[in-house]
C-alpha cells in the first residue's frame, strides 16, 4: 500500500505547476529564525522572556503524545467534538517544538514534532461535519510551519525520512486541500481567511503555484467574505465587526498569516488596496482598546449577514497584533498608533486567543527585505 500511495503522489506531481519557493518559507524565513537566535544567545528581551513562556508551556512537554483520529468531526461552535480539539491542539505542541529545534536545536524536539505529524499524516482519512472547511483552515496552519521548518531549516532534520514527508505531502493533497479548494464565500469572513492560511501554505511546502496561486487570487480579488476588499471597508470595518470581537479578530489573524507568507514568497499582500490590512487592525484594536469607532451597517456577500450595530461582544484584545505592527512599523515605517498598543498591551504575545502562537518571540522588530514580486 505504501508503495502504491508513493507512486500515486509521484505521479500526481508530475501533472502539477512546480515553481521554487523560498524554504523555509510558511511564516519564518532563515533570517528571521536566525535574526531570534542571535538575540536569544544575547539574552535580550522582550525575546528572552517569550522564550521562557514557550519552554514553560504544556506544548513544550516532552511527554506530549499525540492523539491522531482516522475521522475528525467538529460541528457548528465545535459542537459535536470528535478529535478536533486534540488536531489543534496537537498541532500547537508540533509547531511549538519545532520551534524548540531551529532555535535551540533541541534534537528530542524535533523528533516529538515529527512524531505528531506522522501520528496525523498516517492515521487521518477525513474530516467532516459542518466546521470542516473551518477547522481544517484554522488548525492546519501550525502542522505545515512545523513540517516546513523539519523538512528545510538548515538542510532540514534528518530524522524526518523521505517516505514520512511523502505520507504527509498525501494528507495534504488527499484529505485537507480538497476540503478547503473551494472556499466558502458567503460564511462569515474568517472562515475564507482560515482557508487562505492553510491554503497558500499548502502551496509553499509542496511547491504547487496552481495551489499558491488559488489563494493569491482569492486574497486579492475574491468575491466571498474572507477576500481582503470584502473583509474591510475603507475605514476598516471588519465584515465580522458587528458579530462580535472574537471572530473578527481571528479573521485579522488568518489574513495576517497569509499576507506574512506571501511577503516571504515575494507578493505583497500586505501593501494590497492602501494597506487595507492595516487599517483593518487599526480599527479593531481601537476599538478593543476602549476607544469608540464608527459603523456602517454591512451587509455580507449574497445578504447571508446584515450586522447593523457594531457588537461589544467579546470585547477584549486577542493576542494577534505583533505581527502586523512589525511588518507596518518596523519594515516599512508606517504609524500604528493603535496596533502598536493592543501589541505592547499584551507583550510577549503567546497563544492565548490566537491559533498560530509565540508571536513576540518570533515577529518581534522582526526583519525581511522587500521582496521581488513572484
Not at 522572556?49 to 460541528?75: H, I, M, N, T
Not at 505542541?93 to 499524516?121: D, F, M, P, Q
Not at 469607532?293 to 455580507?300: A, F, H, L, N, W
Not at 500604528?336 to 502562537?357: D, W
Request: aromatic letters at 14%; proline letters at 5%.
Amino acid at each position: 500500500m505504501a508503495l502504491f500511495l508513493r507512486a500515486l503522489l509521484l505521479t500526481y506531481l508530475f501533472t502539477q505547476v512546480k515553481a521554487d519557493f523560498v524554504h523555509p518559507g510558511v511564516i519564518h524565513s532563515q533570517e528571521g529564525i536566525d535574526f531570534v537566535k542571535a538575540k536569544l544567545i544575547a539574552k535580550e528581551e522582550p525575546w528572552l522572556k517569550a522564550w521562557k513562556e514557550l519552554k514553560d508551556s504544556r506544548y513544550a512537554s516532552p511527554q506530549w503524545k499525540p492523539k491522531a483520529f482516522p475521522k475528525v468531526e467538529r460541528g457548528p461552535y465545535n459542537d459535536p467534538d470528535v478529535g478536533s480539539s486534540e488536531f489543534t491542539d496537537d498541532g500547537r505542541a508540533s509547531y511549538t517544538h519545532a520551534l524548540r529545534w531551529v532555535l535551540a536545536g533541541e534534537e528530542a524536539s524535533a523528533k516529538k514534532s515529527a512524531e505528531i505529524l506522522n501520528a496525523w499524516s498516517s492515521t487521518l482519512k477525513a474530516v467532516t461535519d459542518h466546521d470542516a472547511r473551518l477547522l481544517v483552515g484554522m488548525s492546519g496552519q501550525p502542522y505545515i510551519i512545523a513540517a516546513e521548518l523539519l523538512r528545510h531549516y538548515q538542510g532540514g532534520w534528518k530524522g524526518w525520512t523521505q517516505d514520512q514527508q511523502e505520507q504527509f505531502e498525501i494528507m495534504l493533497r488527499n484529505v485537507w486541500y480538497p476540503i478547503i479548494k473551494p472556499f466558502h464565500p458567503t460564511a462569515n469572513g474568517n472562515w475564507d481567511a482560515a482557508m487562505l492560511q492553510t491554503m497558500i501554505s499548502i502551496g509553499v511546502f509542496l511547491d504547487d503555484q496552481t495551489i499558491f496561486d488559488r489563494a493569491k487570487n482569492y486574497f486579492l480579488k475574491g468575491q466571498g467574505n474572507g477576500a481582503i476588499g470584502m473583509y474591510f471597508k475603507e475605514s476598516g470595518q471588519c465584515q465580522e465587526s458587528g458579530r462580535d470581537q472574537a471572530h473578527a479578530q481571528m479573521g485579522l489573524e488568518f489574513l495576517a498569516n497569509t499576507a506574512e507568507t506571501a511577503w516571504i514568497q515575494g507578493v505583497d499582500f500586505y501593501s494590497a488596496l492602501d494597506n487595507r490590512l492595516l487599517k483593518g487592525f487599526e480599527y479593531t484594536a481601537k476599538y478593543n482598546l476602549g476607544y469608540e469607532v464608527p459603523y456602517e451597517p454591512y451587509r455580507s456577500f449574497e445578504g447571508r449577514y446584515h450586522y447593523k450595530s457594531l457588537s461589544s461582544k467579546a470585547r477584549r484584545l486577542h493576542n494577534i497584533y505583533e505581527k502586523v505592527f512589525n511588518h507596518y512599523h518596523f519594515r516599512q515605517g508606517l504609524d500604528a498608533p493603535f496596533t502598536q498598543k493592543a501589541a505592547e498591551k499584551n507583550r510577549p504575545e503567546s497563544r492565548r486567543h490566537c491559533f498560530v502562537p509565540w508571536t513576540t518571540l518570533m515577529f518581534y522588530q522582526q526583519p525581511h527585505p522587500q521582496p521581488s514580486k513572484k
